[in-house]
């Protein structure tokens, strides 16, 4: 009875299971070269659109201290003794004004951005993907640093001679150099600006991307979502 009891079964275990074969989900492919690199240039034309919408605009650097631009630290010493001296007003308004000139120049860091992304190979798209949660940004800055700094100076000059920050700060320098014991300062503003707003930048293109990695409502395409919610 044992027996015919388990041969009656047999079929009905076969055509089970191949109806569960039918059904069961495919096992979800490795992601080729062409995936990774796809996702990761989509991530990063995320990540810097947003970062360079969140600082231009106003007060994107000036009232987030996270990346606020402060009195240049190499001669803090000068605002020390002008505050000390009661005059906040003309110090609190130098860095007011720093931090527009770094909110109107941020733009141009678009185009430079968009061309590192052209540039990216797939062995540069697998290492960020396996690479820490901030390692596109440090591909951003291994590829894009020395070029911004050319082309953030000569716009940050511009919009500080505009805004008379060049004659506010030569006003602020040589106040100081007037006081007695002290030494004569002499700080390329432009270049401090121009460093403090590509720091900021990068800060916030790498919070981006630390978003995109962990949060799965930051992956707004589907190559976003299958990319990085992939072990690879």
């Avoid at 009891?5 to 989900?25: A, G, M, R």
């Avoid at 697998?126 to 894009?144: C, M, Q, V």
């Amino acid at each position: 009875m044992k027996q015919k009891f388990i041969l009656f079964l047999f079929p009905l275990l076969v055509t089970s299971c191949e109806v569960l074969q039918q059904l069961e989900i495919p096992v979800s492919t490795p992601l080729s070269d062409h995936e990774i690199a796809d996702g990761l240039k989509e991530a990063l034309k995320v990540g810097t659109r947003n970062a360079v919408a969140n600082l231009n605009k106003t007060n994107g650097f000036f009232l987030d201290q996270a990346v606020k631009i402060p009195f240049p630290e190499d001669v803090k010493v000068i605002e020390e003794k002008l505050r000390s001296l009661g005059l906040n007003k003309p110090v609190d308004d130098f860095i007011e004004q720093m931090n527009h000139a770094a909110e109107k120049a941020v733009t141009k860091a678009a185009p430079i951005f968009y061309q590192a992304i052209l540039d990216m190979t797939f062995t540069d798209a697998r290492n960020i993907l396996k690479g820490p949660d901030n390692a596109a940004t440090e591909y951003f800055k291994n590829k894009t640093y020395d070029q911004l700094v050319m082309t953030f100076k000569p716009d940050i000059y511009q919009v500080m001679n505009q805004m008379n920050l060049v004659d506010t700060w030569q006003k602020l320098a040589d106040t100081y150099n007037r006081l007695p014991l002290t030494r004569d300062v002499e700080t390329d503003l432009a270049q401090y600006v121009t460093e403090k707003t590509i720091q900021g930048l990068f800060y916030k293109v790498e919070q981006e991307e630390k978003r995109i990695r962990t949060d799965p409502a930051a992956r707004v395409t589907e190559i976003l979502r299958r990319v990085f919610g992939s072990s690879v």
